[in-house]
């Protein structure tokens, strides 16, 4: 087992009836319109292969972007794959700066690229020095996300720009925008400025669209270009394809969302405040708890009562670190009381 291999995957493997606040999902579940329009399919639909026309403008649309600039993917991983599969051939080395989501290092190592790993700074800061000092003519791309996971902490325009600016020329930096919908500040509209930066994006979180796995790059067109001739055609079904424009297609269920998770992330400042856990202010739909030496029990005692969060101790920086997805305030509500329980018991 590869040191990324070791977080790479949230398991999913959670009993049916418990609450779910490991894996970032919605909540509350996908828009009722996804489920009509999948129940709308015709036997003639699944038999044909998939016309990505429409759901590519809808997905530009809500972009902002023109509808050439994004890419379907199978989930925002296959994007991943694809952008470590065109940028490591001729410059092998991807820099990834921790703690981040371990499949950057399952792409990069299974097309024969080179991990290199940089530390955090303090609370999960960007240690521009360390990743300046990582970053050589051999490097293929820069995976980084923001807002971070785990750390739910956006880049700011300065670090994204620097981080762009320092890469050699045929690099590419792949900006990793999973939890954008829930805050911070997107750098769609930077893209004719910054030809070497590349936008993931995917409709599993804010949209609920995690089991049917959708997702896109959004970059310049002859980015695109590159990175289609990596990814099988149809990849992403029929049915990912409508519910994804169904999803699109309802901002309201959306915003909505954005704002139960808005509040449930200030409940929980607000508990963690109480009990004394520091924490770190978080732009997505999760916050990362230091809990330290309470750690085990608040797990232990989480999922004896059927709620399982995530133990993010074995990621840099995070000793001691919780991840408890914020989704419904009704759901958020359930974990406050019993961590209550659980911290008052221990003290």
């Known amino acids: 087992m590869s040191a990324g291999d070791q977080y790479a995957y949230d398991r999913a493997d959670a009993p049916a009836n418990a609450l779910r606040l490991h894996l970032n999902e919605h909540t509350g579940g996908c828009s009722p319109a996804v489920t009509a ?13 998939p016309d990505y026309a429409r759901v590519t403008q809808a997905v530009a649309d809500d972009a902002g972007v023109p509808a050439a600039r994004v890419l379907l993917t199978n989930g925002l991983d296959e994007g991943i794959v694809a952008v470590a599969m065109a940028q490591l051939r001729a410059q092998p080395e991807a820099v990834i700066p ?27 800061s960007l240690d521009r020095e360390a990743i300046a000092a990582a970053i050589t003519p051999r490097t293929g791309v820069l995976f980084i996300a923001t807002p971070g996971n785990p750390s739910g ?24 925008e999973a939890y954008i919908a829930f805050g911070g500040t997107s750098f769609l509209p930077h893209l004719d400025e910054w030809p070497n ?9 804010a949209y609920g669209l995690a089991g049917v796995r959708a997702g896109a790059i959004i970059a310049r067109e002859d980015v695109i270009a590159r990175l ?57 739909n999760f916050v990362l708890v230091r809990a330290g030496e309470k750690r085990e029990a608040i797990l232990a005692g989480l999922e004896a009562r059927g709620i399982y969060v995530r133990d993010r101790h074995g990621q840099p920086g995070c000793d001691g670190c919780i991840r408890i997805t914020t989704g419904l305030v009704a759901h958020t509500r359930a974990c406050i009381d019993v961590m209550e329980e659980i911290l008052c018991a221990k003290a």
């Open 37 to 49: 329009a999948l129940a709308a399919m015709t036997r003639e639909t699944v038999a044909q292969y």
């Open 98 to 124: 921790e703690p981040a989501f371990g499949m950057y290092a399952n792409a990069t190592e299974a097309v024969g690229g080179t991990v290199v790993r940089v530390m955090p700074g303090p609370d999960l």
């Open 197 to 205: 930066v590349a936008i993931g994006r995917t409709f599993a979180k």
């Open 228 to 284: 289609r001739r990596m990814i099988p055609p149809y990849s992403l079904n029929a049915f990912a394809a409508t519910a994804l424009e169904a999803a699109i297609g309802d901002p309201a269920y959306v915003d909505a969302y954005r704002a139960e998770v808005a509040a449930s992330r200030q409940l929980f400042y607000d508990a963690c405040d109480r009990w004394g856990l520091s924490y770190l202010r978080s732009d997505a």
């Open 153 to 176: 902490v956006s880049l700011t325009h300065d670090e994204i720009t620097w981080l762009a600016s320092a890469l050699p020329p045929g690099a590419l930096l792949l900006l990793d």
